[in-house]
């Protein structure tokens, strides 16, 4: 079992960038494919990207692709999401989630941290 934390949201004005990162306080990451998914106002949760215990390979939603990168330290126990070209429309609690899996646009996970703000306003 692995116990996740996040942090780095904030407020950042449209364009902007933000960078999230995850720890895990209890456990080791190395084993999982981990990642991040958002819980935006009014809307569904969904699986914005993940990344393989090696690293070698992730993935992105379509919406958030080119303008996010995921990576991790297995060293530290982290997972990072470099966020870039911020619109309004991402605006969500974002949740570090391990034992993520992807099944085409279809994302679950097992373990999930309490989630970090992200508001993106002029």
């Known amino acids: 079992q692995v116990q996740l934390v996040e942090s780095g949201g904030g407020l950042v004005q449209p364009g902007g960038s933000l960078r999230l990162s995850c720890v895990a306080s209890?456990?080791?990451?190395?084993?999982?494919?981990v990642g991040w998914f958002r819980q935006a106002p009014g809307k569904e949760r969904e699986g914005v990207s993940c990344i393989t215990s090696s690293g070698h390979r992730s993935w992105y939603q379509e919406s958030v692709k080119g303008r996010f990168t995921i990576s991790r330290d297995n060293a530290k126990n982290m997972v990072f999401l470099q966020m870039d070209n911020l619109e309004p429309e991402d605006t969500a609690v974002y949740l570090c989630?391990?034992?993520?899996?992807?099944?085409?646009?279809?994302?679950?996970?097992?373990?999930w941290g309490q989630g970090t703000q992200v508001t993106v306003s002029s």
């Open positions: 989630v391990a034992d993520c899996r992807v099944y085409g646009n279809y994302y679950e996970a097992d373990y």
């Open positions: 209890r456990g080791a990451m190395d084993r999982y494919t």
